[in-house]
């Protein structure tokens, strides 16, 4: 039985994965066809579903909507699906307006805004407010202090807790502004007919035009205003920079002639530029060529039949009618086949499927568990347990791959883009070579290591995701495959490598420091681990350094710039060559290289994400108050670690007197 | 007491020692980029012999360093006296020679680079041609006469550091001479109100200068605001020819002395091409319902008299020109106001680096050194082990 445990055990976890895969059913409304719909934000072509989970995730912190968070989980709150609240959002903004979406959490901008205590007879938690509970005031408070911080805290590193949370929820409430007037202007009721007494409205409304720009005698003031009226209303709606919603009719690939729902529905009237243009929007002025052309066009383009679909999907919806909102969905997409969209429609279709699937998040799981068993070997010298630990982090290791190349396929890109990314890389490379020492030595350690860090990196990468999303477009510098598949790539494996060889040096010492489990066999074997592993982080760093400089001989024309992110590579290059010449000169033994090897892990999380903290340089993305917090505390962690390190071993508890008996263990068990 | 000192700048302890050190002074040097700045956080903790880090607001240095330069220094030394005393070369160590070779090379290498490269910015509109491009840092003040209509006019030009309050400077093609009254590294120049400024007297008595005054500003140390540079000099030929004041925001002012007229600009320091380019069009485009930048691009046309070249070129990010020694790389783009028609502007850094290939070889020795060393190493340690697991 013992024997087969590991793979009874591993099969089961793949099942529950594998069970992820299986396409969601709709037991009404059609919110699994709807959410594939594709939409274009943040610069990309992406489902409606992305744009819900990263939005919501912005909001409040979690990629679900629970709409009674008074209630704990035994209680079964109700709780729906990212895109059936968007939905809702855009098409029956009343109703969104009451769900308790939006996480506040820090006490002073509760009381600036005057929100409730927790109270669960008033179905308040205290944590989780609706939009209506902020009111007009409300918004006016946090719109007037979020000014002022941004003015009068232009560097984000003076901006404390409070001011941070602040600018945090008017952020949030922008998007959720901008998410409202999407699909229609937040006021409308009936979609379709409003849309019908527009485009009636045109012809005479265009005919007044021309003849007021003309100034061929007298126009018809009233046929003006009414379009005049309609429009405003739809260009007001594009104020706030809501999503692209609409296809160009043409079809084709190409995301820029993507129109927001604004600038479709203005097509057969004034057209959105000369509306700005007229409007006196700043930036939007036209060149007189250009104005005099978009007056000509006045009244003469079509209207996109999208319009029509998503005013039918939006009425039936607001109605309630599923059979209606169903049908719609499926006409929509019928249109969008016809379209020849090209690969959106397949793209949408599987980015949906990796948001059902998140594979990071089953990883997370399974390197817990993993983890477990893996101490178990320690502990009890079970075979099976390791060997279970094993095929779970193998497993792991695959669905870890398969949501990378996942990732690579839904972007057209390397693995790593951006912070979120490397962290999952840098996981999916300490998991790998966690594999290899396993592979060699077959005692647990690599596991180990493999699972704390494959873990902690998706916790980092969970944290970062809040920020919203983690697939955006690539600035003109960075839009280059050859670099991120080669620099990046390669200086991301090299911090992969020293963080492994800091997490097997803090294994030393938290095993030998409070367990009896250390051995003098164990520790030989742990020290020549990390060697290995530094002389391949030395390489790798260095590569990888050394790439980033000639991309930035390439695109700057300078080599070397002493840019923070570029001296953080230097730092860890500097710091694993230290530990290798220190080891050849005979300056450290075993353990010195161990606490080397820990302050590797803060050296190399310093220049991960230490460097963009600071503001200054090519890689800042900005301040970041509750990532300064975490890289404090874990220096402080790896402080604390080395202090441990530096105790002498006759006081660890591995390698006292009263362990003589324990050093005799491994041969008791493999005799 | 010699082979005392030998075996001191060959010994792995020092190595190990620079190597701290090399950690440290790039962490301050870091730090230090956050209140100074990139270029004077460069120049005094990398390109100095010894540093120190002062806190953010406090005056007194705190932390003494060594600066790059002895550090780079110390290790090259280092390194070669290690190889010519330590070192005893064989087939297994042909990996960690191939390695510190290259690592002098890189160290060498920045070196000339500090030496030998120049940067500069060609900005223009479209449809303007250029031969020079200008300094990003330094300023020059040009006199400037016009030789007839046909040919080049004729420049006598003064770095801005020789203009120092009390200096006098001549030159021979100058029929007066300058006397420096007042300079200023960073500075800016507003009209003059007679009611709020009525205590204040004009900058200057001659040009311009006689309707603005002068604002001295705290040098900026930032990476996207530049000093302005401004003085106010006295031109003295046979007689007094007045005070003049001078600013890198000021058009050309024009003294005449002898019937002949000298144009009077301070201006960046500027460096002639043997040939000229021409701003054809930019492009600027950004992803759909976002500011994200994905392309700027420069169609320029390249054209050199001499050796009868005339091509377009397309400059854009990661593909830069490099032409006659000189690499040029799209920089910063944008657009003038309706009213000027609306032309795109666009701006290259040109960089002249004679050492540029050293890198690239130093790259490659240390990486296949790096690769060849722990290859052996991990090809012995995989043979030690099999006969274990068998």
């Known amino acids: 039985m013992k024997q087969r445990l590991p793979l009874i055990i591993t099969a089961l976890f793949a099942f529950w994965i594998l069970g992820a895969l299986r396409p969601q059913r709709d037991p009404e409304y059609a919110f699994g066809a709807f959410g594939r719909l594709p939409v274009v934000f943040n610069g990309r072509l992406q489902p409606i579903d992305s744009l819900a989970r990263n939005s919501l995730t912005r909001i409040r912190e979690k990629d679900t909507a629970n709409l009674e968070p008074v209630k704990s989980w035994y209680e079964r709150p109700k709780i729906i699906s990212a895109t059936e609240w968007l939905l809702t959002l855009m098409t029956r903004p009343e109703v969104a307006d009451g769900w308790k979406v939006f996480r506040v959490d820090h006490p002073e901008l509760k009381a600036m805004l005057k929100l409730p205590e927790p109270n669960p007879a008033a179905g308040e938690d205290g944590k989780h407010y609706s939009w209506n509970q902020f009111g007009e005031t409300g918004l006016k408070q946090i719109e007037e202090s979020s000014r002022n911080i941004q003015e009068n805290k232009k560097d984000s590193s003076l901006r404390n807790a409070f001011d941070n949370a602040t600018l945090g929820l008017y952020e949030a409430m922008t998007l959720y502004l901008r998410l409202k007037n999407t699909v229609h202007p937040q ?61 160009p009719a043409s079809g084709g690939d190409a995301t820029f002639a993507w129109q927001r729902m604004g600038e479709a529905l203005l097509d057969p009237s004034f057209g959105a530029p000369l509306l700005k243009h007229l409007m006196r929007v700043p930036k939007a002025e036209l060149s007189p060529e250009a104005a005099a052309e978009g007056i000509r066009l006045v009244g003469t383009r079509p209207l996109s039949p999208a319009v029509g679909h998503w005013a039918a999907m939006a009425d039936a919806f607001r109605e309630s009618q599923i059979a209606g909102f169903n049908t719609a969905v499926t006409g929509y997409q019928t249109y969008l086949e016809s379209l020849r969209l090209g690969k959106a429609l397949n793209k949408t279709d599987r980015e949906q499927l ?85 592979s060699f030595w077959k005692n647990a350690i690599g596991l180990a290591v493999a699972t704390v860090i494959g873990f902690s990196t998706q916790v980092v990468a969970h944290n970062l995701a809040l920020g919203g999303d983690t697939m955006v477009m690539l600035q003109a510098v960075l839009d280059t495959n050859f670099w991120l598949a080669t620099h990046v790539v390669i200086v991301t494996l090299g911090y992969a490598a020293t963080y492994v060889a800091g997490f097997l040096a803090i294994l030393y010492v938290v095993l030998g420091f409070f367990t009896k489990v250390m ?85 190399t999380s310093w220049s991960w994400f230490g460097t963009n903290l600071l503001g200054v340089g090519l890689h800042s993305y900005g301040f970041m108050s509750g990532a300064f917090t975490a890289l404090m505390v874990f220096v402080g962690s790896q402080c604390v670690l080395i202090a441990l390190g530096l105790i002498p071993q006759a006081k660890w508890r591995s390698f006292s007197a009263a362990a003589g008996g324990a050093a005799k263990a491994p041969a008791a068990a493999s005799a | 007491m010699i082979s005392k000192l030998f075996q001191f700048l060959s010994s792995l302890r020092l190595t190990v020692v620079l190597l701290g050190l090399g950690v440290v002074v790039v962490f301050f040097g870091t730090l230090g980029q956050t ?192 000093n ?163």
Not at chain 1, 542 to 562: H, K, P, Y
Not at chain 2, 272 to 286: D, G, I
């Open chain 1, 187 to 247: 006021d409308t009721v009936g979609f379709a007919a409003e849309i019908a007494d527009y485009q009636k409205s045109i012809p005479a409304g265009v005919k007044a035009f021309q003849q007021r720009m003309t100034g061929s005698g007298t126009f018809d003031t009233n046929a003006l205003t009414e379009v005049f009226g309609h429009a405003e209303r739809y260009f007001v709606t594009l104020r706030g920079e809501p999503p692209l919603l609409i296809p």
């Open chain 1, 354 to 438: 990796y948001n059902s699937f998140a594979p990071f998040s089953k990883t997370a799981a399974l390197y817990i568990v993993a983890f477990l068993f893996s101490c178990g070997f320690w502990f009890n010298f079970a075979e099976w347990s390791r060997k279970t630990s094993l095929h779970l982090v193998q497993l792991a290791f695959v669905v870890h791959t398969l949501g990378l190349i996942a990732r690579m396929w839904l972007e057209g890109r390397p693995p790593v883009t951006n912070l979120y990314s490397s962290a999952i890389f840098i996981g999916w490379g300490a998991v790998g070579l966690g594999l290899i020492l396993e």
């Open chain 1, 519 to 603: 051995t003098s066999d164990m520790g030989k074997s742990l020290s020549r681990m990390v060697y290995g592993i530094l002389c391949f982080a030395t390489l790798f760093s260095f590569v990888g350094t050394v790439l980033g400089g000639i991309w930035a001989d390439q695109s700057w024309g300078r080599f070397w710039g002493w840019d923070p992110k570029e001296n953080g590579a230097l730092i860890i290059v500097l710091w694993n060559a230290l530990i290798l010449h220190a080891r050849w000169g005979g300056m450290v033994r075993e353990r010195g290289i161990m606490n080397l090897a820990i302050f590797g892990n803060i050296v």
């Open chain 2, 35 to 226: 209140s100074d700045g990139l270029y004077v956080a460069q120049e005094r903790y990398f390109r100095s012999w010894f540093a120190y880090w002062t806190p953010h607001g406090s005056t007194f240095p705190v932390v003494p360093l060594p600066g790059g330069y002895l550090l780079g220094t110390m290790l090259v030394i280092n390194l070669i006296v290690a190889h010519f005393t330590r070192f005893k070369w064989t087939w297994s160590k042909s990996g960690i020679f191939l390695t510190h070779i290259g690592i002098i090379l890189l160290l060498l290498g920045q070196l000339a680079t500090d030496m030998l490269a120049r940067e500069s910015i060609m900005s223009f509109r479209e449809g303007d041609t250029r031969n020079y491009s200008e300094s990003s840092m330094d300023f020059e003040l040009a006199f400037l006469r016009s030789a007839g209509s046909n040919t080049l006019d004729q420049v006598v030009s003064i770095p801005a550091s020789r203009l120092k309050p009390g200096a006098e400077l001549r030159q021979e093609l100058l029929p007066f001479a300058i006397r420096v009254k007042e300079a200023y590294e960073n500075a800016r120049i507003r009209l003059r109100a007679p009611v709020m400024d009525s205590n204040r007297p004009p900058a200057a008595t001659q040009g311009v200068g006689a309707r603005i005054v002068i604002d001295e500003q705290p040098p900026t140390r930032t990476m996207d605001a530049r």
């Open chain 2, 228 to 390: 302005v540079p401004a003085a106010v000099i006295e031109l003295s030929g046979p007689s007094s020819l007045g005070t003049w004041a001078l600013s890198g925001e000021l058009k050309s002012q024009t003294v005449t002395v002898e019937g002949t007229e000298w144009r009077l600009e301070y201006r960046p320091v500027r460096d002639y091409k043997p040939f000229a380019l021409t701003l054809l069009k930019t492009t600027h485009e950004t992803y759909p319902g976002t500011d994200i930048p994905k392309n700027f691009q420069s169609r320029v046309r390249l054209r050199n008299t001499e050796s009868h070249e005339d091509r377009e070129v397309d400059i854009y990010m990661n593909s830069p020109l490099r032409y006659g020694g000189y690499t040029f790389f799209q920089y910063q783009m944008g657009k003038e106001q309706l009213a000027d028609g609306g032309r795109g502007t666009s701006a290259l850094q040109v960089v002249l680096n004679p050492s540029w290939v050293t890198p690239y070889l130093g790259c490659i020795l240390v990486g296949v050194g790096l690769l060849v060393q722990f290859l052996m190493h991990l090809t012995k340690f995989i043979a030690r082990r099999k006969p274990r697991a068998a």
